[in-house]
């Protein structure tokens, strides 16, 4: 498969994954990320899903740097 392709995938599919765990911990929380207005719940979700997507990307990638190095071995 074409590396460029895995990089695009296995990111896009970590920063997801990463996103929806954070909006879900927020909702396990009880904070609402489409609540009207900006209450602190609201931003505190919102950087849920922020933190949430960052970790999942560098998850992908760190992940994708080990599968090279096990494959140039």
């Known amino acids: ?3 460029l392709l895995i990089e695009g995938l296995s990111d896009a599919i970590g920063f997801i994954g ?11 929380l009880g904070w609402d990320l489409f609540a009207e207005g900006y209450s602190n719940a609201s931003i ?7 933190v949430g997507g960052g ?6 990638r760190r992940w ?3 599968k090279s190095e096990k494959q140039e071995s």
């Open 55 to 60: 970790l999942g990307l560098q998850g992908a």
């Open 44 to 50: 505190g979700a919102i950087l849920l899903v922020g």
């Open 18 to 28: 990463g996103a929806l765990a954070g909006y879900w911990a927020g909702h396990l």
């Open 1 to 3: 498969m074409n590396k």
């Open 64 to 66: 994708r740097a080990r």
